[in-house]
């Protein structure tokens, strides 16, 4: 039986790398986005690889249409895995929005409340069924505050607690659920950063490591291992040693935009 993959944020960068993944292993996907004509490309390119596709252009904060769209894609044919990924960068929002602190509460909207309008019509289904997976989206920027990145951090450092709890919540259930925090991807939005991204790995790297750790249902997706490391070590020193080392990469990143 072909395997069923419902991807958000699919139209580019780590979504769209995880559709033609997903794709060259035949799968039924199930791609969710925002931009028309991204979506297209990514549609045509992954049934070129030999995948069935069907697409939706839907704004995750929309709950009632993202509600009906995926129950009814899921009595269609039930969705294995569902990759909860849609979720710009506040550089991103900044753009769309008329100022700073919209930009911020459209973050809040979009990477939590997406987030849940995306998995929350599935989970009862797939109890139902006593089968699923679910991958939620987080960041290696959930386990280090800097300042300048407050928001973003904030959000994905609830989507990692969060996530882990769901999974323990779900386990009874047979359902399976992930949690990935990526360090530094190269993508259309990490290109708009203005300052070093060490250990930057490229969108093809990442879905392949995010698509073996699913596979094996790791309860944490976290890569690369030289940024890991390192934010491990991070964590184990006192706060007072965090705190300078933040504010030194703060500034010393400001001076650099200079």
């Known amino acids: 039986m072909t395997y069923k993959v419902c991807i958000t944020g699919a139209s580019s960068g780590i979504g769209e790398a995880l559709a033609y993944y997903y794709a060259q292993k035949s799968a039924d996907l199930t791609l969710i986005a925002r931009n028309t004509e991204r979506l297209n490309q990514v549609k045509s390119h992954c ?52 100022d700073y602190y919209s930009a911020q509460r459209a973050m809040v909207d979009i990477h939590i409340n997406g987030t849940f309008n995306s998995i929350y019509p599935l989970i009862q289904r797939m109890q139902q069924r006593q089968s699923g997976q679910i991958a939620i989206m987080s960041s290696m920027n959930a386990k280090i505050f800097l300042p300048g990145r407050s928001i973003y951090g904030a ?41 070093s991204m060490p250990f930057k790995v490229t969108a093809v790297t990442a879905a392949k490591t995010i698509g073996k750790g699913l596979n094996k249902n790791k309860a944490v997706i976290q890569f690369p291992w030289q940024l890991t490391t390192v934010i491990r070590l991070y964590n184990i020193l006192p706060l007072t040693i965090q705190e300078w080392v933040s504010h030194t990469l703060y500034f010393a990143k400001s001076k650099d935009n200079d």
């Open 47 to 98: 049934e070129k690889l030999g995948a069935t596709v069907t697409t939706a252009l839907i704004d995750i904060r929309d709950h009632q249409q993202l509600n009906d769209f995926l129950v009814h894609n899921d009595q269609q044919k039930p969705i294995d895995l569902i990759i909860a990924n849609a979720g710009p960068s506040l550089k991103q929002l900044s753009n769309e929005t008329a």
């Open 155 to 195: 959000v994905k450092a609830a989507l990692l607690h969060f996530s882990l709890a769901l999974r323990q919540q779900l386990r009874n259930d047979h359902i399976k659920v992930n949690v990935i925090c990526p360090g530094w991807v190269k993508t259309p939005r990490t290109d708009l950063n203005q300052f």
